[in-house]
């Protein structure tokens, strides 16, 4: 999966993996991870997620990483928020637009780096209290989701200890990856122990296991994990 595949996936248009409505389980499940309002919350290869619109209404400023451009203007298009663009001197490759949310109750600051997670560190990103991965750990094929994760662990290193964590909120699907191919891809509870458990306590918060007609009667079982510092 080249970093091409998903620029071009933006710039056709063809985003079935965006959707209109804040995803009913980060309503659901934010709460477990127990942050003081104000947290800084990391979403990695975040598109144009609505989601990151309610955990700043929350009361959390957002820090996010994607790779293509056309997204990251758009989130800001189609919240009605003006970003200003900030170029970044250490690499004048990657950018990044950040704006203000407002409501009547908060005002916090979403920040969006148009990058390769991989090209980040954790300087760029700053601090993180937690991370929220929708979509994110499933983009990727299995040959780079080990390198992935230690990228994540990096970003989410606690400043003051970097043997802690950021504790995420995690979801995944698992399916019969021979049945149909990624993205998403099928990631087992196995491989999230793999990729996690050296680092967390691995929590599973629910698990929804559904048949889709459209594709060959597939089983796919989605899973929210809470990864906590161990
Ligand atoms: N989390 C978002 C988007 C999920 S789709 C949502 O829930 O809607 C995966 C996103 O990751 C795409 O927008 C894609 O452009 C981006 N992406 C893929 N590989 C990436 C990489 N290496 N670095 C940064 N972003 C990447």
Redo the contacts with the bound molecule.
């Keep these: 999966?080249n970093?091409e595949?998903?620029?071009s996936?933006?710039y056709e248009g063809r985003?079935g993996?965006?959707?209109s409505a804040v995803?009913p389980l980060l309503t659901q499940y934010f709460s477990e991870l127990d942050l003081p309002i104000g947290s800084q919350i990391f979403?990695?290869?975040?598109?144009?997620?609505?989601?990151m619109v309610w955990l700043a209404a929350q009361g959390y400023d957002v820090v996010g990483?994607?790779?293509?451009e056309i997204?990251v203007e758009a989130f800001f298009a189609e919240q009605n928020i003006t970003p200003t663009i900030h170029q970044y001197s250490d690499n004048p490759a990657i950018k990044y637009y950040q704006g203000q949310f407002t409501s009547q109750t908060t005002e916090q600051t979403i920040t969006l780096w148009i990058?390769?997670?991989?090209?980040v560190t954790s300087k760029d990103i700053g601090h993180v209290d937690a991370v929220y991965?929708?979509?994110?750990l499933i983009?990727?094929p299995a040959t780079?989701r080990s390198a992935?994760a230690e990228q994540i662990l990096r970003i989410c290193g606690k400043s003051n200890d970097n043997n802690k964590k950021a504790p995420q909120l995690l979801i995944t699907l698992d399916y019969d990856q021979t049945k149909k191919d990624g993205?998403?891809f099928s990631v087992t509870n196995t491989q999230v122990e793999q990729y996690y458990g050296n680092h967390y306590q691995i929590i599973a918060l629910k698990s929804n296991t559904s048949t889709l007609n459209s594709a060959k009667e597939l089983t796919v079982t989605e899973d929210v994990w809470l990864l906590k510092d161990l």
């Design positions: 999966m970093l595949f998903w620029q996936r933006w985003i993996f965006h959707k995803n979403v990695p290869l975040c598109g144009k997620s609505v989601d990483v994607e790779l293509s997204a990058a390769d997670i991989f090209a991965d929708r979509a994110a983009a990727l780079i992935y993205p998403p």
